[in-house]
């Protein structure tokens, strides 16, 4: 009878499996060492801290997800540590174990307000604030605001706050984050310090990456990582947020994050099948490459993706060309393959490959049919890469090169009937100026001044041998130059010229040359006795002009 009344009370309960945390809150930065990135900044924090020379308002910008809202933690927690005795002071190293850095890191301290200016942008919220910021801070050494997106404040509300911002209590500091600086007034913008927050780079995303993965106890391929950072495209929390996607994606049982997993999930296209599509497309090969362009289009890979990529491997090959370190992330077959088209194309080659692509890549960006757009955009650029160089083609020209295969030699015909009609030809009787300076004359006497000065201040000329003259590219000349130079000399000479362009240094131009002559004929007329004499009289005497005659008997 007695057991029927002991009270076992209640029976064990479960416990609550804690709440799961996406990786870019888990592995947020609590202290500034673990901040990636951001070196500049925190240098010059840690400066100002020890210094003591503080300022009352920051402002930092980035783009999204390269730490802005948790930097503004950071210093909060920096300002208001009092380390583990209680006793500490504001430090670049915040304990973590205080009641204020415990606080603040759990987003509960009363004296750190966070604001969202997307939700309080108007002047009744900033009023609020300012009544607010009088009183003095109830257990932390200084009052912070923490304004978030702070360029989506009204202009009344950004007026109102004005004044506080710039003459705080000694007790406040202000931290505003925006991602869109250039909104935010100038007269805000005077009343801070400013902290421009760098995009994180690819390879220090897949380091931070490769230890969280091994934190999480989950295994990861080092090309899944490099995807993954270069599909961040510089923001922490984007990369985490695809690192999360790709963990639930690989296969459940023990499965690890392998790239072709991570490229299925981010719909890009394989690295080595783009290889492909581009050797195609170099080799001229039009059907190969609209299958292989097929074959990534089934495999769900956006067309617009496609030549992304490709034009990434054309900006890769270029780079290689002008002898820069290889990416850590290529691998081994596509440094190969990038060092053999490097040495293959020309600069002019690649110039006018990525043109193509960018052109291309616009216009799937805007069609109605963005696969059938891609394709006619590759076989644009087949077609282009069986052109031969314009410089090149531009040479063989003024050899008289046509290209065709050599054959038996043509019996002996009269120069009349065995020229060509493309050929330059001066009419019976006339005759071609024999230099450049007696082409100028020409061209001044025919009234074509205009022309002859443009010629006389850019023209470089490096061969001229009429009717062919070559100039220089070094120096920027108008667009329709050579054209007008060549018409106005068959119109005067009744000849057909070749005016061409080239990469040689080619002679000065006529002004250079004359500005040459007049500044070494002054030099002569400085080293002249009474010249010597009069400027060693009167330092400040300045040569303006001069006049050399020569006399009989000097």
């Known amino acids: 009878m007695a057991d029927s009344f002991l009270d076992l009370g209640e029976p064990p309960q479960p416990a609550k499996p804690e709440a799961y945390r996406v990786l870019a809150r888990k592995y947020r930065p609590q202290n500034f060492a673990e901040l990636i990135g951001q070196d500049a900044m925190v240098t010059t924090l840690g400066n100002a801290i020890r210094r003591g020379r503080l300022a009352h308002a920051f402002l930092l910008t980035g783009v999204r997800g390269v730490g802005k809202t948790s930097t503004a933690r950071l210093i909060a927690k920096a300002l208001n540590c009092i380390g583990p005795d209680g006793e500490g002071g504001p430090t670049i190293d915040p304990c973590g174990v205080c009641e204020p850095c415990r606080?603040?890191?759990?987003?509960?301290?009363?004296?750190?307000?966070?604001?969202?200016?997307?939700?309080?942008?108007?002047?009744?919220?900033?009023?609020?604030?300012?009544?607010?910021?009088?009183?003095?801070?109830?257990?932390?050494?200084?009052?912070?605001?923490?304004?978030?997106?702070?360029?989506?404040?009204?202009?009344?509300?950004?007026?109102?706050?004005?004044?506080?911002?710039?003459?705080?209590?000694?007790?406040?500091?202000?931290?505003?984050?925006?991602?869109?600086?250039?909104?935010?007034?100038?007269?805000?913008?005077?009343?801070?310090?400013?902290?421009?927050?760098?995009?994180?780079?690819?390879?220090?995303?897949?380091?931070?990456?490769?230890?969280?993965?091994?934190?999480?106890?989950?295994?990861?391929?080092?090309?899944?990582?490099?995807?993954?950072?270069?599909?961040?495209?510089?923001?922490?929390?984007?990369?985490?947020?695809?690192?999360?996607?790709?963990?639930?994606?690989?296969?459940?049982?023990?499965?690890?994050?392998?790239?072709?997993?991570?490229?299925?999930?981010?719909?890009?296209?394989?690295?080595?099948?783009?290889?492909?599509?581009?050797?195609?497309?170099?080799?001229?090969?039009?059907?190969?490459?609209?299958?292989?362009?097929?074959?990534?289009?089934?495999?769900?890979?956006?067309?617009?993706?496609?030549?992304?990529?490709?034009?990434?491997?054309?900006?890769?090959?270029?780079?290689?060309?002008?002898?820069?370190?290889?990416?850590?992330?290529?691998?081994?077959?596509?440094?190969?393959?990038?060092?053999?088209?490097?040495?293959?194309?020309?600069?002019?080659?690649?110039?006018?490959l990525w043109q193509l692509l960018l052109r291309g890549h616009d216009e799937v960006a805007r069609a109605a049919l963005p696969i059938e757009a891609c394709e006619m955009a590759l076989l644009r650029v087949i077609h282009a890469s069986t052109l031969p160089d314009p410089a090149d083609l531009a040479r063989q020209l003024a050899?008289?090169?046509?290209?065709?295969?050599?054959?038996?030699?043509?019996?002996?015909?009269?120069?009349?009937?065995?020229?060509?009609?493309?050929?330059?030809?001066?009419?019976?009787?006339?005759?071609?100026?024999?230099?450049?300076?007696?082409?100028?004359?020409?061209?001044?006497?025919?009234?074509?001044?205009?022309?002859?000065?443009?010629?006389?201040?850019?023209?470089?000329?490096?061969?001229?041998?009429p009717p062919e003259i070559e100039l220089s590219a070094t120096k920027p000349m108008p667009a329709d130059l050579t054209r007008d130079l060549a018409d106005a000399l068959k119109r005067l000479t009744k000849a057909n010229w070749r005016i061409s362009v080239s990469d040689a240094p080619g002679a000065p131009t006529m002004r250079e040359a004359e500005a040459r002559a007049r500044a070494e004929e002054l030099e002569r007329v400085k080293q002249a006795p009474i010249v010597k004499a009069a400027l060693a009289a009167f330092p400040d005497a300045e040569i303006i002009d001069w006049n050399l005659t020569e006399r009989s008997g000097t």
Request: overall charge negative; charged content about 25%.
């Open 103 to 352: 606080a603040i890191a759990e987003g509960r301290h009363i004296d750190v307000i966070e604001i969202d200016a997307a939700s309080n942008n108007g002047v009744d919220n900033v009023r609020e604030m300012t009544e607010a910021v009088r009183y003095s801070a109830v257990s932390a050494r200084y009052k912070m605001y923490i304004i978030d997106e702070v360029h989506m404040m009204s202009k009344p509300a950004f007026n109102a706050l004005l004044k506080t911002l710039e003459e705080p209590p000694p007790h406040v500091k202000f931290l505003l984050a925006t991602t869109e600086v250039d909104k935010v007034p100038v007269t805000v913008l005077s009343r801070c310090q400013r902290f421009d927050l760098r995009r994180i780079g690819s390879d220090k995303l897949a380091a931070h990456f490769a230890f969280v993965v091994e934190a999480e106890g989950v295994e990861a391929e080092p090309e899944a990582l490099a995807l993954i950072a270069r599909a961040a495209e510089g923001s922490a929390r984007d990369g985490l947020s695809i690192l999360d996607q790709a963990i639930a994606h690989a296969d459940i049982d023990g499965g690890a994050v392998r790239a072709d997993k991570v490229r299925e999930m981010l719909g890009l296209s394989d690295r080595g099948a783009i290889r492909d599509l581009l050797g195609l497309v170099l080799d001229g090969n039009g059907l190969g490459a609209l299958a292989a362009l097929r074959s990534q289009y089934d495999l769900g890979v956006d067309p617009q993706s496609i030549l992304r990529s490709l034009l990434e491997a054309v900006h890769a090959i270029t780079l290689a060309k002008l002898g820069t370190p290889a990416d850590v992330s290529q691998s081994a077959e596509e440094r190969a393959a990038i060092a053999r088209w490097a040495a293959a194309l020309s600069h002019a080659s690649l110039h006018r």
């Open 399 to 465: 050899r008289g090169d046509t290209g065709a295969s050599p054959g038996p030699a043509p019996a002996a015909q009269p120069v009349s009937q065995a020229r060509q009609p493309d050929q330059p030809t001066a009419a019976s009787g006339s005759s071609l100026p024999e230099s450049f300076d007696a082409m100028l004359a020409l061209l001044d006497k025919a009234n074509e001044m205009g022309l002859a000065e443009r010629l006389r201040l850019t023209a470089r000329v490096v061969r001229y041998a």
